[in-house]
């Protein structure tokens, strides 16, 4: 479901200079070994269609604004298995990464296009127009925003019908650990949505080792 607002954040948790010296905070659902499950919305005009997906985390460097982890694929009609991906993911705690991309084909204007899709985005959009975010302080914001970038098929060869080209915008609730993301490739059908909800809620019970990541 979309990600909701908290009605009773503080205006200091969406404003003010960044000094730096603040680190971003840790959220035990986003560490090492955490699962997610939901669905992909890969519809075009031609027709409806929804792959179901899971995701592990594993890795996570707050402190330099990174994550990794994998993106399974269930039930792809041009697959005769799950498509397992290793995607690397960049943090914006505005210190290592800003809202805006820079890369990836991606323009000021898709940032903008695509951080708006997410209701948690509103308060901060006024200054993410100004300067990309550089200067908020997202340290204690109830939401952490990222993009996510797959590197290589895990388990599948890249002549498998479908493409890793584009990349994730994606926001991550610190309350209860869903996740919302839009998929962007100037190549593919606009704003796919990915809606993951958390699967457990330690760092034990779930393994990705059926798939040997290169």
Known sequence: ???????????????????????????????VGQAFSG?????????????????CIQ?????????????????????DTPVVTFWEGE???????TFFT???EATPEDDIRHWTKFPSFSPLLAQVEVDGGKTLDLSNYPYIFMRWKEQ????????CGLTIAGFYYVCFSCSDGSISGF???????????????????????????SYELQ
């Open 1 to 31: 479901m979309p990600v909701r607002v908290l009605e009773n954040a503080a205006p200091s948790q969406v404003s003010g200079a960044n000094s730096g010296q603040s680190s971003f905070q840790y959220c035990s659902l986003l560490g």
């Open 39 to 55: 669905t992909q919305n890969v519809s075009s005009q031609q027709k409806d269609e929804a792959w179901r997906v899971n995701v």
């Open 59 to 79: 890795g996570c460097d707050l402190e330099h604004g990174y994550l990794c982890g994998t993106m399974e694929a269930l039930n792809v009609p041009m697959a």
């Open 91 to 97: 943090i914006v705690d505005t210190k290592n990464y």
């Open 102 to 104: 820079g890369k990836w």
């Open 152 to 159: 290589y098929f895990v388990n599948v060869g890249t002549d």
């Open 183 to 209: 998929y962007y490739d100037p190549n593919s059908s606009p704003f796919q949505k990915l809606e993951l909800k958390s699967t457990n809620n330690d760092r034990s019970g779930f393994s990705f080792s």
